[in-house]
């Protein structure tokens, strides 16, 4: 049986810090980012969260796959929005390095949950 309540899913405590580190990364960009980098990255790394919490409360296996597939083209997202911010040099190359290698031990953790809940249907 998966967990009871959102706060027990391990996977979306970490999305929610990965979340965390992306709106203290972007703080330092531009502002005249504000509305177009800054802006898309944070909607990418909340989405994770969001779509883990979505696809949980409504209790299906097949929805909470479908969430999780969602929850994981968003880290794909955020990965490409990282890269890019990196180019144009926006943030030090060691908090992007830090804040990807977070990315980095999400999307392996999603891709773990969306298959153990792929295999109980």
Known sequence: MG????????????????????????????KEEVYGLTSQVRRAATSIA????????????????????ISLGSAYELYSLLELSNALGYSEAKKVTDVSEKLDS??????????????RK
């Open 3 to 30: 967990p009871r309540n959102l706060k027990e899913l391990e996977v979306w405590r970490e999305a929610i810090g990965l979340a965390k580190g992306i709106y203290e990364v972007s703080m330092e960009w531009p």
């Open 50 to 69: 969001s779509n883990l919490a979505e696809g949980l409360g409504r209790g299906s296996s097949a929805e909470i796959v479908r969430f999780g597939k």
């Open 106 to 119: 999400l999307t392996r953790r999603l891709a773990a949950y969306i298959n153990y809940w792929e295999t």
